[in-house]
C-alpha cells in the first residue's frame, strides 16, 4: 500500500506566462513532491488562478490553511493579485509578499512582487526570486548575474542587492525570427553549429550595426549556397548573443559573473563569454527559483 | 450599354509572397484595365499558379495567344517556374525572360529573373523591376537607390547596371516585434509621434548595439510611465530604421539617394534621410513595377 503523502508545511510556486510549477515543501524545506501544468498567465483570466491553482494542489491541501508563496506574472496587473514592484536598489530577498484574496478557506496565497528599474525603464517578475536564491547560496557574491532566456536580464549585484540591471529580448527574437520570419525555411529547429555560432557572435560584436542585413544573407546564404540549416540556427543565435553581449559589456568585462537558466542556454552564454576572455560561474534555473522560494518563506518566517 | 473591353495588348503582372495585380496593357503601354486578388506565392501550390491566374484574367483573354509578362515571388523555387537569378554586376533590365510552361493555350507566360549577389550573399525578386523601371524614367540615375518594405533594400546603380546591394529584414522585423512579441500589449497598431521616430533613429545610429535592450524598454516605459502606445510604434520604427540607416551609411552619406515604395514608408524614410542631411527624392513603388514592366516588354519586343 502506498503511504499517504505527508501533507506539506507549504507549497512553493513557480508561476510564469507559460507555466505553473509547484512544490509540495516539507518541514526542513525538503521537496515532499512535485506538480506543474500549462496554466501559465497568459492562458488565464483573472478568476481562473485560483481554480487552475486547486486543480493543481488540492491533494497536497489539508484541513487547515496552508501557506503558498508564489513568483512570477501570477503578481502581474493580469496575474491574479498584483504584487507591485520594488524600486532598484532594492535587496534580493523581499520580506512584503503581497496576499491574494482566495475564495477557498485551505489557501494562505502569497506573492513575491518585482523589481522595477525607473532610468533606464525596466521590470523584472520571477528573476528577483531567482536572484534571491543565488544570493542565498552565495552570500558574499559580489558581481553580475546573467539570466538568458527569453527576455535576459544582466543584473548588477553588490551587498545582497540588486543595484541596476538590463534587459535584453534576446531569446524572444531568436523565437519570432526563426519560426516566424522569411528564415523559418533556411532554419533547423533544432542542430548546432559551434564555430558558426561564435563567428557571429564576433560579427556582431565588432559591428552591430550590420545585424538586419546579416540576418537577410542567412536566408540569402541557404538559397544560393545550400547552406546547412542547423549552421543557421547556430549564427542565428551568435548574431542575438553577439548584440546582446555588445551591450551588456559594462556588465560582464572584467566582472565577476554568474550565469542563471536553463543548461543548454547557459552552456551556450558560457562558451560565448569564454571566447571572450570571461570565466563565468553556472547555475541551474529551477534550482534558483527554489532557493529562491525557500528564502522568501525563511524571511517571512523570521522573527522581526 | 458598357463597351466591350479592348482586349490587351499584353498583360503586365506584380506576383510576390502575398499579392498578384494585373494590369491590362494597350498598344500604346496604357493600363485599359486592373484586377488583383489575394492569390500570392505563399497561398499557391505550383501548379495553383496558372488557375489562380486564368480567375484573374480570363475576361481580358482573346481567342489567341496573350503575351503575361511577370516580376516577383512567381519566379522562385517555390512559384510557377524557377527564373533563375542573374548575378551583380548587371543591367537592371533583363532581356531574358524565363518561359513558364502554360496548360491554357491562350497564355504566353514570361517571368523576369531576380538578381543575386554572391558576397555578402544577397538575393532579390521584384525590386529588379521597380529598378529598372525607375532607370528606364531616370536614365541619367547614378547613386543608390532604396527600397524601404518588408525586406529593404539598398542598391548602388552605376551607368543602368547594378552594381550592388544589400537586404535589411527591416520591415518583417518591425511587424513580428510590434505584433508577435510582449510589446505588441504597448504598441498602436496605428499612430505616430514623429519627435519619438526621430530621437529612437538617432539613438540606434550612435548605439546600435543597445536595441535589445532598447525594444525591450518600450514595454517597461509603457508599464511604468503608461507610454502613448503610438509613441511606442513610432519608436519601435525609429530603432529599427535606426539601425538600418547605421548599417546602410556608405550607401546614403553623400550619395545621390532615391527612395522607391509605398507612400506612407517613403515618407518616414525621406524624413529620417532628411534629418541626417541626405536629401532623397521619392518615387511611388506600383508606378515603379508598371514601369519596369513595361521596360521589359519593350527590351523583349525591340529588335536585335
Redesign the interface.
Known amino acids: 500500500m502506498i503511504p499517504a503523502l505527508e501533507k506539506p508545511e507549504w507549497i512553493a510556486v513557480d508561476w510564469g506566462t507559460t507555466h505553473l510549477r509547484a512544490w509540495a515543501m516539507g518541514r526542513a524545506n525538503e521537496v515532499l513532491d512535485f506538480a506543474n501544468s500549462d496554466d501559465g498567465m497568459s492562458n488565464l483570466t483573472p478568476d481562473a488562478f485560483e481554480p487552475a491553482l486547486i486543480r493543481l494542489v488540492s491533494h497536497w491541501l489539508g484541513t487547515g490553511k496552508t501557506l503558498i508563496i508564489a513568483c512570477g506574472m501570477v503578481g502581474s496587473?493580469q496575474g491574479w493579485a498584483e504584487a507591485p514592484?520594488r524600486a532598484v536598489p532594492c535587496v534580493a530577498q523581499s520580506g512584503n509578499l503581497i496576499r491574494a484574496l482566495c475564495g477557498d478557506p485551505r489557501l494562505d496565497m502569497r506573492i513575491i512582487p518585482g523589481v522595477?528599474?525607473?532610468s533606464?525603464?525596466?521590470?523584472m517578475r520571477g528573476e528577483e526570486t531567482q536572484i534571491a536564491g543565488y544570493i542565498a547560496q552565495n552570500p558574499d557574491f559580489d558581481g553580475v548575474l546573467c539570466l538568458p532566456g527569453t527576455?535576459s536580464k544582466w543584473v548588477h549585484i553588490s551587498a545582497k542587492e540588486i543595484v541596476s540591471f538590463?534587459?535584453?529580448?534576446?531569446g524572444?527574437?531568436f523565437d519570432?525570427?526563426g519560426t516566424?520570419?522569411?528564415?523559418r525555411h533556411s532554419i533547423a529547429p533544432a542542430g548546432w553549429d559551434q564555430p558558426a555560432f561564435l563567428e557571429a557572435m564576433s560579427e556582431?560584436l565588432s559591428?552591430?550595426?550590420?545585424?538586419?542585413?546579416r540576418?537577410?544573407?542567412l536566408?540569402?546564404?541557404s538559397?544560393?549556397?545550400d547552406q546547412d540549416p542547423a549552421t543557421a540556427r547556430a549564427r542565428l543565435s551568435g548574431l542575438?548573443i553577439g548584440?546582446?553581449l555588445?551591450?551588456a559589456k559594462p556588465y560582464w568585462l572584467g566582472q565577476s559573473v554568474a550565469l542563471i537558466g536553463a543548461a543548454t542556454l547557459t552552456q551556450t552564454y558560457a562558451s560565448a563569454l569564454t571566447e571572450l576572455g570571461a570565466a563565468p560561474r553556472v547555475a541551474e534555473g529551477s534550482a534558483m527559483t527554489q532557493a529562491g522560494l525557500i528564502s522568501a518563506y525563511e524571511t517571512m518566517k523570521a522573527p522581526l
Open positions: 496587473r514592484y522595477k528599474q525607473a533606464p525603464a525596466d521590470v527576455h538590463r534587459t535584453f529580448m534576446t524572444e527574437m519570432l525570427i516566424g520570419s522569411v528564415l556582431t559591428r552591430p550595426e550590420q545585424i538586419a542585413a540576418l537577410f544573407s536566408r540569402a546564404e538559397l544560393l549556397n542575438l548584440m546582446e555588445a551591450a
